[in-house]
Nanobody
């Protein structure tokens, strides 16, 4: 089994930055892709960014150029650097991994407001 624990959420002003971290534990050898999803109030969960085991990345159009996903395999951790934050980025952000099945963290709240 894989366990994912997120950290780094909080309150940011529009135009500000936050960095999310997600530490994986358990059967980490089985993980291929990792990433971040988010769910805003009243909306469906959506992909934000994903990174493969070889480092390939893909991003939602809405965050491209503002968010950067990275992965430290030695620390079994994936990061999401979020810059130029907008109020519409407000959501619960979930860490995700794939090892033949979806595994989810519990989520961390990001609020962008002045």
């Amino acid at each position: 089994q894989v366990q994912l624990v997120e950290s780094g959420g909080g309150l940011a002003q529009p135009g500000g930055s936050l960095r999310l971290s997600c530490a994986a534990s358990g059967s980490i050898f089985s993980i291929s892709a990792m990433g971040w999803y988010r769910q805003a109030p009243g909306k469906a969960r959506e992909v934000v960014a994903r990174i493969g085991s070889g480092g390939s990345t893909n991003y939602a159009t809405s965050v491209k150029g503002r968010f950067t996903i990275s992965r430290d395999n030695a620390k079994n951790t994936v990061y999401l650097q979020m810059n130029s934050l907008k109020p519409e980025d407000t959501a619960v952000y979930y860490c995700w991994s794939w090892n033949g099945m979806d595994v989810w963290g519990k989520g961390t709240l990001v609020t962008v407001s002045s």
